[in-house]
């Protein structure tokens, strides 16, 4: 009973729903009286309120009849506005950009100063080293004449003391000689039907009678020659053999007035082992060594060549008998004085001061050694005794931060 008596009251509801929607749309908006729509304007949903549109007929024409006026209006006073804009100002450069059209263009300088590398493909990384090092020095010019898989093993290949005799032939300019080699020289060298193994004493041997023709072609023609040294590699066994060829470079390019140029420390870490990441010319952390643990990256190249530019300046200095001036600061010229100009230059002063031994000790002109035990009165004795035999530390003295009597006198 209970149950027919809810689904009773559910079907009245709805019938009473369906009985009283006529009426409410008959009703209309509740806010808004029910006004038909006007003619071609359509209904959104039936019986839909009409919106009061007794204002817009009227304000429509109004705007419509003001158009023509403020168009004839516009059009007068555009000849007036034009009349009265004043012409826009030309455009003026950049204050910089006119600095530097005013400037003369700098002449061109010629080189004075002609590097020539020779070696093979680490070698030719030492050119462009060289190159970024006296990228603003115009007057040295960096000529590399490398050849990748060249060395002084295989002369039927690649003769580098008869390359080196052509080229000081037919190119006199030239004023420092850069070398470098080995990397490609760890094989056999052949003697007739004979062949030598790498670092044997008769391969020593004619690796050093090569090493003296290159060297002394340079010195026949009184150009220093500048000879760098093979760096470490990741492989062990190739580091060993390319230290063996550096004793050979040293020995022989010292012998023959050359300089010998050791990288070998730039590229190796605190154990004297092949480092690929270390310091740069800068002093940042950079990978020096490429991926096959044998070539330079660029920044490894430009170390490698620092090592050698520093020779360079030095024998600069000496063929020009002082050292180079360092650049007068902007706007010395304009702050010198009569008296400072006439003044005297200065003595140059020496590039290293007289060697002392570390170990040597240390003697008095009357021949007592200088670090002896320092003799003390007896107030001085008895506070040194004190102090450091007994431990107890002197009293402090009045005034000094370490006296807090109080008050203070």
Not at 4 to 32: D, K, N
Not at 345 to 358: C, H, M, Q, Y
């Amino acid at each position: 009973m209970r149950l027919r008596s809810w689904a009773g009251l559910v079907l009245a509801g709805l019938l009473l729903c369906l009985a009283g929607e006529p009426t409410a749309h008959a009703q209309g908006f509740p806010f808004f009286p029910a006004n038909p729509a006007p003619a071609g304007r359509p209904s959104y949903y039936p019986g839909a309120p009409a919106y009061p549109d007794a204002r817009r007929p009227s304000y429509r024409e109004e705007r419509r009849a003001r158009r023509p006026v403020y168009r004839e209006e516009r059009q007068a006073r555009r000849p007036a506005y034009r009349a009265e804009r004043t012409p826009r100002r030309p455009v003026r450069a950049a204050p910089a950009a006119e600095a530097r059209k005013a400037q003369p263009e700098k002449p061109a300088i010629e080189p004075s100063t002609y590097i020539v590398v020779f070696g093979d493909s680490l070698a030719d990384l030492i050119a462009d080293g060289l190159d970024d090092a006296y990228d603003e020095a115009p007057e040295i010019e960096v000529v590399s004449k490398a050849k990748g898989d060249s060395g002084l093993v295989r002369n039927d290949a690649y003769d580098w003391p008869k390359v080196i005799q052509d080229y000081l032939n037919g190119n006199p300019q030239i004023t420092f000689a850069v070398m470098m080699v080995g990397v490609n020289d760890r094989q056999a060298i052949r003697e007739g039907e004979a062949a030598h193994d790498p670092l044997s004493d008769r391969w020593r041997d004619i690796y050093r009678d090569r090493v003296d023709a290159v060297a002394q072609a340079f010195a026949d023609r009184k150009i220093p020659l500048l000879w760098v040294s093979a760096p470490p590699t990741k492989n062990e066994k190739f580091s060993a053999d390319m230290a063996a060829m550096n004793e050979i470079f040293r020995e022989r390019v010292q012998k023959a007035g050359g300089v010998y140029v050791d990288i070998w420390p730039g590229f190796v870490n605190d154990e004297n082992r092949y480092a690929p990441v270390g310091p740069d010319v800068d002093g940042q952390t950079a990978r020096l060594r490429a991926a096959d643990g044998i070539h330079f990256t660029s920044a490894g190249a430009r170390k490698a060549a620092h090592f050698a530019e520093v020779e360079i300046k030095r024998l600069l200095e000496a063929r020009s008998g002082a050292s180079v001036a360092a650049p007068a600061p902007k706007g010395a010229a304009d702050r010198q004085t009569p008296e400072s100009a006439g003044s005297p230059p200065l003595p140059a002063k020496a590039v290293a001061g007289p060697v002392l031994p570390l170990t040597r000790p240390e003697v008095s002109p009357d021949g007592a050694l200088v670090a002896g035990r320092p003799s003390l009165d007896k107030e001085g004795a008895s506070a040194a005794e004190r102090a450091y035999r007994q431990g107890v530390a002197p009293g402090p003295k009045p005034g000094r931060a370490d006296d807090f009597k109080w008050p203070r006198s």
